[in-house]
T-cell receptor, first 114, second 112 residues
């Protein structure tokens, strides 16, 4: 597979609740990305982790969104006080060969906020 | 911001050729990609082309790039039912990916 596992695959929550989404890439990949895929729209870049460098958080849509990653391991994306517009598929990806820019995606976590 | 646009739906008959089109606005785009997303699966890179190329062929797939018009197309010859999926066009300036922009995806339906 792509070497990226995401959980949960589906999450239904009530408006106002906090949710945590998890991404677990195979080891040895320093670059990790989170994207959001809303229905009928392209993927939106959220955040990028590269080794021990400060993450690029420029795509996070509001301060309700945050993400963490320790070293080259698991990353978690947290959405606080969820809103209905947060409903989307959240995709995690690891970087492939540097000369192609290829990304390897997980299967995503589908979030539905009621 | 810079946009990547593609039509949302395409339907073809099995055995016909499929052509999926994409336009982008950033003239600095260096890397252009086609990703495929099958139902319930993550996106997978199908093929890519560098901006200094006009065409790339890989078995049944042909990618054409018109850099002047900022137009990218993916042609699938002898389309099969297994080709039914969503195809995403994407572009980036660097291989760093945090500047990668994706289109909304074209849902290809192949009818027997």
């Amino acid at each position: 597979g792509a070497g990226v596992s995401q959980s949960p695959s589906n999450k239904v929550t009530e408006k106002g609740k906090d949710v945590e989404l998890r991404c677990d890439p195979i080891s040895g990949h320093t670059a990790l990305y989170w994207y959001r895929q809303r229905l009928g729209q392209g993927l939106e870049f959220l955040i990028y982790f590269q080794g021990n460098s400060a993450p690029d958080k420029s795509g996070l849509p509001s301060d309700r969104f945050s993400a963490e990653r320790t070293g080259e391991s698991v990353s978690t994306l947290t959405i606080q006080r969820t809103q209905q517009e947060d409903s989307a598929v959240y995709l995690c990806a690891r970087q492939g060969p540097a000369n192609t820019g290829e990304l390897f995606f997980g299967e995503g976590s589908r979030l539905t906020v009621l | 911001g810079e946009d990547v646009e593609q039509s949302l739906f395409l339907s073809v008959r099995e055995g016909d050729s499929s052509v999926i089109n994409c336009t982008y606005t950033d003239s600095s785009s260096t890397y252009l990609y086609w990703y495929k997303q099958e139902p319930g699966a993550g996106l997978q890179l199908l093929t890519y082309i560098f901006s200094n190329m006009d065409m790339k062929q890989d078995q049944r797939l042909t990618v054409l790039l018109n850099k002047k018009d900022k137009h990218l197309s993916l042609r699938i010859a002898d389309t099969q039912t297994g080709d039914s999926a969503i195809y995403f066009c994407a572009e980036s300036i660097t291989a760093n990916n945090n500047d990668m922009r994706f289109g909304a995806g074209t849902r290809l339906t192949v009818k027997p």
